[in-house]
C-alpha cells in the first residue's frame, strides 16, 4: 500500500497564527490531493483539494500548496480561530483507474490557543 | 452531504461473536466505503463496493466480509470479531468514484471485550 505521511502529529498555534500541516506521497500516480478536517465524535469532512495541475488553492482561510516536484503538499490556515481546532488528515488518490479508497495519512491534531 | 447514516452508532461484543454494521446513504451513489480509524494510524480502507454486487478489498480486509444488495445500504460484517477489531468505523460515499470526494458518515464506535 503506497504511503502518505503526514506531520506534525500535533501542533499547537495562537489565535491568529498560521499552522501549517505537511504531507509526502510516494505514488507519483496519484493525481487527487483532499484534505479532511474532523472533529471529536464526527466523521471527516471535506476542506480542500487540489490536483497537480496547479501548485496553489485556496478557499477562504485554508490554502494547500503543492510540489509535484517533491511529491508534497501543505495546509495553510491563516488567522487561524480556536474553531479550527480539529485533526486534519491528508489523503491522496487516482483520479483513473477504478473506485479504490482514498490513502490517508496518520492525522493531526491542532490545537488553537485564544 | 454525503446523506449517510450508520447503525449502531455505538456497540459492545464479545470476542468471536459475529457483528453486522448498517451504513446507508439517501443520495443514491454508486460508490461506497468502509474505513477503520485507529490512533496513530489514521484511516484504512477495509472494503469497498463500485455498484449493487460489486465489492473488493482495500488495505485491511482480514476478518471483514461486505456485501451490497441495494443502491442505499452497505454492509460490513465481522465473522468473528476479535479485540484488534476495536476501532470507530466510518462509511463513505462518493459520486464518481475514485479520484473524487468522498463524503463520510457519522461512524459506528465498536468495542470488542
Known amino acids: 500500500q503506497q504511503q502518505v505521511k503526514q506531520s506534525p502529529q500535533s501542533l499547537i498555534v495562537q489565535k491568529g497564527g498560521i499552522p501549517i500541516i505537511n504531507c509526502a506521497y510516494e505514488?507519483?500516480?496519484?493525481?487527487?490531493f483532499p484534505w479532511y478536517q474532523q472533529f471529536p465524535g464526527k466523521g471527516p469532512a471535506l476542506l480542500i483539494a487540489?490536483?497537480?495541475?496547479?501548485s496553489e488553492k485556496k478557499e477562504g482561510r485554508f490554502t494547500i500548496s503543492f510540489n509535484k516536484s517533491a511529491k508534497q503538499f501543505s495546509l495553510h490556515i491563516m488567522d487561524s480561530q480556536p474553531g479550527d481546532s480539529a485533526t486534519y488528515f491528508c489523503?491522496?488518490?487516482?483520479?483513473?483507474?477504478?473506485?479504490?479508497?482514498?490513502?490517508f495519512g496518520k492525522g493531526t491534531h491542532l490545537i488553537i490557543q485564544p | 452531504d454525503a446523506g449517510i447514516t450508520q447503525s449502531p452508532r455505538h456497540k459492545v461484543t464479545e470476542t468471536g461473536t459475529p457483528v453486522t454494521l448498517r451504513c446507508h446513504q439517501t443520495?443514491?451513489?454508486?460508490?461506497m466505503y468502509w474505513y477503520r480509524q485507529d490512533p496513530g494510524h489514521g484511516l484504512r480502507l477495509i472494503h469497498y463496493?463500485?455498484?449493487?454486487?460489486?465489492?473488493d478489498k482495500g488495505e485491511v480486509s482480514d476478518g471483514y466480509s461486505v456485501s451490497r444488495s441495494k443502491t442505499e445500504d452497505f454492509l460490513l460484517t465481522l465473522e468473528s470479531a476479535t479485540s484488534s477489531q476495536t476501532s470507530v468505523y466510518f462509511c463513505?460515499?462518493?459520486?464518481?468514484?475514485?479520484?473524487?470526494?468522498?463524503?463520510f458518515g457519522p461512524g459506528t464506535r465498536l468495542t470488542v471485550l
Open positions: 505514488n507519483t500516480a496519484f493525481d487527487y
Open positions: 489523503a491522496a488518490s487516482m483520479m483513473e483507474g477504478g473506485a479504490d479508497g482514498l490513502t
Open positions: 443520495e443514491n451513489h454508486r460508490y
Open positions: 487540489i490536483r497537480p495541475d496547479v
Open positions: 463496493s463500485y455498484g449493487v454486487k460489486d465489492t
Open positions: 463513505a460515499n462518493s459520486p464518481h468514484g475514485q479520484g473524487h470526494t468522498q463524503y
